[in-house]
C-alpha cells in the first residue's frame, strides 16, 4: 500500500518569509504531482514532476522531485497573502494518484 | 461553463437512503475518477474508470459503486448511505492521450451530509 505524507500539516508563516512544504512518499515512483485548493473550491494542478531531479518553478512556488530519496518539496519564497491555500502532493502509481494529508499554509501580514 | 460538472453540489440524505452523484465532463478525456475527501485525510480514491468498459475500485470502494454510461459520464452511487460516508466527493478526469502529463482535472465537488 503506498502511503504519501506531507509536512507540516498546519503551517501560518509572516509575508516575506520563505518555507518548504515536503512530500514523503513509500513506493517507487517518477511522477509526482502538486495541487493546490482554495477554502471551499476544488482542486487545480500547480506542478507536475515525471522524473528524478525534475525542477518546477512558477511565480514564488518551485517544486522539486528526488525519486532515490522520495521525496518532494515544494518552496515558498517571499510569501504573500495571496498563495493562503491548503496544498497537496499526489504519486502516480500505475495510473492511480494517491493523494497526501495536505498542508494548509496561512500567510500572515 | 465548467470542463467538468458535479451535480448535486450539495445534499443532505438520511440513513439507508440510496442516493446518485453524478459527473459530466466536455473535456473529451477517457479516465475518470472519482474521490472523497475527509478532513485531514486528504483525498482518497473510491473508483476509477479507463474508458467505457473499464471499471477498477480504488482503495475505499466498500459501500459505493460506479456506473460509466458514457465515455462523458461517470456516475457514484451509495447504496444505503450510512453517517460515516458524510464527505466532499470529488470527481476528476485524466486524459490518456497525453501520458507523460496526466494531471487531474477536478469538478468543483459535491458536499454529501448522511444524517
Known amino acids: 500500500e503506498l502511503k504519501v505524507e506531507q509536512n507540516p500539516l498546519f503551517l501560518s508563516m509572516q509575508e516575506g518569509k520563505n518555507y518548504t512544504i515536503y512530500c514523503n512518499y513509500s513506493?517507487?515512483?517518477?511522477?509526482l504531482y502538486w495541487y493546490r485548493q482554495d477554502p471551499g473550491k476544488s482542486l487545480e494542478s500547480l506542478f507536475v514532476?515525471?522524473?528524478?531531479?525534475a525542477v518546477k518553478q512558477e511565480g514564488r512556488l518551485m517544486a522539486s522531485l528526488d525519486t532515490k530519496a522520495r521525496l518532494s518539496t515544494l518552496h515558498i519564497t517571499a510569501a504573500v497573502h495571496d498563495l493562503s491555500a491548503t496544498y497537496f502532493c499526489?504519486?502516480?502509481?500505475?495510473?492511480?494518484?494517491?493523494f497526501g494529508t495536505g498542508t494548509s499554509l496561512t500567510v500572515i501580514p | 461553463d465548467a470542463d467538468v460538472t458535479q451535480t448535486p453540489r450539495n445534499r443532505i440524505t438520511k440513513t439507508g437512503k440510496r442516493i446518485m452523484l453524478e459527473c459530466s465532463q466536455t473535456?473529451?478525456?477517457?479516465?475518470m475518477y472519482w474521490y472523497r475527501q475527509d478532513p485531514g485525510l486528504g483525498l482518497q480514491l473510491i473508483y476509477y474508470?479507463?474508458?467505457?468498459?473499464?471499471?477498477n475500485k480504488g482503495e475505499i470502494s466498500d459501500g459505493y459503486s460506479v456506473s460509466r454510461q458514457a465515455q462523458a459520464k461517470f456516475s457514484l452511487s451509495l447504496e444505503s448511505a450510512i453517517p460515516n460516508q458524510t464527505a466532499l466527493y470529488f470527481c476528476?478526469?485524466?486524459?490518456?492521450?497525453?501520458?507523460?502529463?496526466?494531471?487531474?482535472?477536478f469538478g468543483s465537488g459535491t458536499q454529501l451530509s448522511v444524517l
Open positions: 476528476a478526469t485524466s486524459d490518456l492521450r497525453v501520458s507523460a502529463n496526466e494531471k487531474l482535472f
Open positions: 513506493t517507487t515512483s517518477d511522477r
Open positions: 514532476l515525471l522524473s528524478n531531479g
Open positions: 499526489a504519486v502516480d502509481l500505475g495510473n492511480q494518484f494517491y
Open positions: 473535456k473529451g478525456h477517457d479516465r
Open positions: 474508470s479507463f474508458d467505457v468498459k473499464d471499471i
